[in-house]
């Protein structure tokens, strides 16, 4: 009897032994798929997240995409009012565009604006045709009078500071003179060559505005701004192109009063009278209620601005049609955002009556 209960009792053992081998098992693979199951589960919520994300910034990118086609569709239908372009019509005035975008029915969060390039200064302007070997003169006396209050600000520069950028200016676009610098401190390839990294000139016309950045002289401060001195880069624009004698493009550097900021119209005025823009850009927004009170269309509309009877802006440096802008649509959704900016040409549709925009350049973001 002793010796029955004692297999028992070794054998109930022996399955106890095995119970505890297969329990340690089963916890062992347990232990190896919970972290397992656990980085599967992240990353299917991971990806759940990256999909809604997805989705949810191309509807951003959709809906900036709509903004854009509004905004041009807005200046198509301005042309067929008026032939002339300011800042008091609707395609330049945010509330007006706000209107548009409910009315419309787009989501709370498109905002959309325009810009009138030919508010700007050309930069492709500054070097007249057909080779770019010479200063454009007109555009040369621009250029002096628009850098040199902010070039003076910066007490950093050298004295002769503009004249030296504007120099490496012409320099960095002129053609087929690379042997030849403009003034005594102008700039062409073999000055570039010489720094790290070499790169060089472009001898063209300059194609993004941020090119200028490569051109001697032309600091980061100067070209951003440093508190409390303005940039210079929100009052240039390498758009501008237009058909000249047989067809040739050539950048007729015209700018339109009537959408240019101050900097710019204190640049167009001559020599001794630059004060007076301030006048001319408050006589141009002055409002009675919601409504402008000044008509801005006629070639000489500045000389009504008080004090301004005498000024004298000559008549080859402005225009009051403008044909290129810069168009932004931004759409945000929470945190999420999608930019779209898009550079376009209001001209002719085929032989109708009708216009359309061509687009020039993008750019998303």
């Known amino acids: 009897m002793m010796a029955s209960s004692d297999r028992k009792s070794g054998t109930m053992g022996i399955l106890a032994d095995r119970r505890g081998v297969v329990l340690l098992m089963v916890l062992a693979v347990i232990a190896l798929l919970v972290p397992l199951v656990l980085e599967s589960g992240r990353r299917v919520f991971a990806w759940g997240v990256a999909t809604q994300s997805t989705v949810r910034h191309s509807q951003l990118a959709w809906t900036a995409r709509a903004g854009v086609q509004a905004a041009m569709a807005i200046l198509v239908e301005d042309r067929q009012k008026s032939e002339t372009d300011s800042l008091q019509e609707d395609w330049a005035r945010e509330d007006k565009l706000s209107q548009l975008v409910a009315e419309l029915g787009y989501p709370e969060g ?68 690379d042997d030849a610098i403009t003034g005594l401190n102008g700039a062409e390839t073999y000055y570039y060559q010489d720094l790290s990294p070499p790169y060089r000139a472009r001898n063209g016309t300059i194609r993004e505005k941020d090119e200028l950045l490569l051109v ?49 119209i204190r640049a167009l005025i001559s020599a001794g009278s630059e ?24 070639p000489t509309w500045y000389k009504n601005a008080p004090g301004c009877a ?56």
């Open 110 to 177: 498109l905002s959309i604006s325009i810009t009138d390039c030919l508010g700007k200064l050309q930069v492709n302007a500054l070097v007249a045709p057909p080779h770019g070997k010479a200063f454009n003169p007109d555009q040369l006396d621009l250029w002096d009078r628009f850098l040199r209050p902010v070039v003076s600000a910066h007490e950093d520069m050298p004295t002769n500071a503009t004249t030296d950028i504007i120099n490496a200016l012409k320099d960095w676009m002129d053609s087929q003179d």
């Open 216 to 264: 001697k002289g032309i600091t980061p401060g100067l070209y951003h701004g440093v508190d409390p001195i303005p940039a210079i880069e929100p009052f240039i624009t390498v758009f501008g192109v237009g058909a000249g004698a047989g067809g040739k493009l050539e950048y007729p550097g015209k700018i339109n009063l009537s959408t240019a900021a101050f900097p710019v």
């Open 275 to 298: 004060d007076l823009a301030e006048n001319i850009v408050t006589f141009r927004e002055e409002k009675a209620g919601d409504e402008f009170v000044n008509d801005v269309t006629a």
């Open 310 to 365: 005498e000024v004298d802006i000559k008549a080859d440096l402005v225009t009051q049609v403008s044909d290129t802008f810069r168009i932004e649509s931004v759409a945000t959704v929470g945190d999420a955002r999608s930019s779209l900016v898009v550079w376009v040409r209001r001209e002719k549709a085929g032989e109708g009556d009708g216009y359309t925009c061509r687009v020039l350049a993008w750019k998303a973001s």
